[in-house]
Structures are given as C-alpha cells and as structure tokens.
C-alpha cells in the first residue's frame, strides 16, 4: 500500500491524535447543527481518553469568543485549552510544540468552522506531511452550505472523510480486543 501515494495508512491507536477545534460557547447559537458538532465530539473525547489517545483542544481568541463548551468541558480535569489566533491551528506555535510533544502523524480533526479553522488546519497539516481525517458528523459552519463548501474543500486536498463511528472502528481495526470491549458501549450510541 505504501507506494500508492492515493490511498493513506489505516489509522492506528498509536499513530492518531484527536484534535478539537473551537468549540467554544459564543458558537452555541451560531453554528449549524451544533447539538450534533458536540455529541460527535464527545463520543471522540470519550472514546479516545479510555484508548489513551492523545487530545489537543484549541480555542479561538477565547477572551472574545468564550471557552470551550460546557459538556466538552466536564471531560477533562482540568482543561488545558491551546489558545490561537490564527484561523490554522496549524499556524500556532503553540499548538506546533503541543503536537510535536504528541510523536503522532494522524491526525483526527473535529469542531468548527469547517470552512473556516478546519479546513485551514486540515491543509496546514497535510502541507506538514501529516496524514489528516475528520469526522464530518462532528464538524460545522455557521450555515450549511458554508459547512458543504468546507467538505467539499477538504476531500479535494486528499483529507479523509469519515464519521464519528467509523473513525473508531478504524482505529479499533477488529472486535474481540480488550480495546474493543472498553469501548463497545460507545461503538452503540448514535
């Protein structure tokens, strides 16, 4: 598989980093389908700190925009937000260095906007020679079209599309494991 460039690596529970981007409260009322954005997301967050998975939380200029949202909140003791300014989680040193920190090529993206921070991350991020996926039932925009613009962007560019569920049953990559069995009530929720 490795000399075909087209298709990427199989995702891996070693290889993987979760990343969480900007969902933050003054978003709440603003992004479309932001009760679906926060579900998804925290079936990742769940799914990834009982497989020991590392997570990267970003906030967007959080002294405007607020802090991460309240349930995604309750998921870490304490939250340790990467604060940015750029639109590219990528282009923030700070989240660079978090990275690194992480030894992880693969990177997991959900949150907001899609055509907006995810996208910019996604394409900051393959530049880099990462490989990216991100659960597009756990990202959004503002409207849904903007939302679509942002998808369509990203599966251009080679960023793997994949929804919350089967981005686990990828990293699980079969039934029967001690891993799957930790996390099989999660696999079961919609």
Known sequence: MK?????????????????????????RDL??????VINGSSRLIKFCQQLDVPILVTEHY??????????LRNHFKPLKPIEKIHFSCA??????EALAKTGRDQIILCGIEAHVCIYQTA????????????????ISS????????GM????ELGVQSMGVQMLMFELLHKAGTNDFKTVSNLLKES
């Open 3 to 27: 000399d075909n460039k087209n298709i990427p690596d199989r995702l891996t529970l070693d290889r993987s980093v979760l990343v969480v981007v900007d969902i933050q409260e003054r978003f």
């Open 31 to 36: 992004i479309h389908g932001m009760d679906q």
């Open 62 to 71: 959080s002294r405007a925009l607020g802090v991460t949202v309240t349930e």
């Open 91 to 96: 282009a923030d040193s700070g989240f660079q």
């Open 123 to 138: 394409a900051d991020l393959l530049r880099d020679g990462k490989q990216v996926a991100v659960a597009m039932d756990a």
């Open 142 to 149: 503002c409207t849904a079209a903007n939302r679509q613009i």
């Open 152 to 155: 369509t962007r990203m599966s």
